[in-house]
């Protein structure tokens, strides 16, 4: 790329996100990497932006449309959004609150939906959408309100790609399986080692191997 495309990663302070924002840069783009964590966010990129990868920091609340909207339109173009950003609590089925509940599906869902809506508005042709889901949309224990809002992220990705087809804008979604991250690490630490225990391998992803399907999902080519 000779003229950087610009790429657009919520959820980028820490975990899969900044994995995800780290990797695209390598690959070649602007990434502008968006986060409410504003600290957390800086501190994080400083490191890459020394090594020379072009990334920039802009403080963004996924839940605010004018917070999204404002960094969006400080860029000329919007190539590839990667809607990462997310939260995780763990709770039982029969102790959960309505509050927690709502909050989830607040975060993960309509999160993911306003940065999605915001940038395809803001696409042409050969743009692209990934959003991250999760293979606890097949189902769990103790987070009945995480399997129900990255459900709704599967559907509507799966909604996106269909109405945007015609502007030939992709969308897909990466579901990663149980990965190493500050989220899954707030889980009981026995409650972490079983769920590692699980994995074909024996142990979590980490959030690079996901940055690898997101780099291919978001390559012009």
């Known amino acids: 790329m000779n003229t950087p495309l610009n790429a657009f990663v919520t959820g980028a302070a820490q ?4 994995a995800i924002a780290k990797r695209l840069a390598q690959d070649g783009f602007h990434v502008v990497a968006m986060d409410r964590q504003a600290d ?17 920091a802009a403080v963004v609340d996924v839940c605010d449309r004018a917070s999204v909207h404002q960094a969006l339109q400080a860029h000329a ?18 102790e959960l609150t309505e509050q927690a509940f709502t ?18 508005r803001r696409m042409v042709a050969g743009g692209r959408i990934v959003t991250i889901s999760s293979r606890g949309a097949l189902g769990g224990t103790r987070f009945a309100h995480y399997v129900a809002s990255k459900s709704a992220v599967v559907g509507l ?11 030939e804008i992709a969308v897909n979604s990466v579901a ?8 899954t690490r707030s889980a009981p630490p026995e409650m972490f080692a079983q769920w590692e225990a699980l994995e074909p391998r024996g142990k979590a992803a980490s959030p690079d191997e996901i940055a690898h399907a997101v780099s291919f999902l978001a390559s012009p080519q």
């Open 15 to 18: 975990g899969i996100g900044l």
């Open 40 to 56: 957390v966010l800086v501190a994080a990129l400083k490191p890459l932006q020394a090594q020379g990868l072009r990334m920039s």
């Open 103 to 120: 909050q989830m599906l607040q975060v993960n869902v309509v999160g993911t939906f306003i940065p999605a809506q915001e940038a395809a």
């Open 176 to 183: 990663p399986g149980f990965t190493d991250t500050p989220m």
């Open 157 to 167: 990705t799966r909604a996106m790609a269909m109405e945007l087809r015609d502007k």
């Open 77 to 94: 173009r919007v190539d590839v959004m990667v809607c990462a950003a997310g939260i995780y609590n763990d709770a039982r089925f029969l």
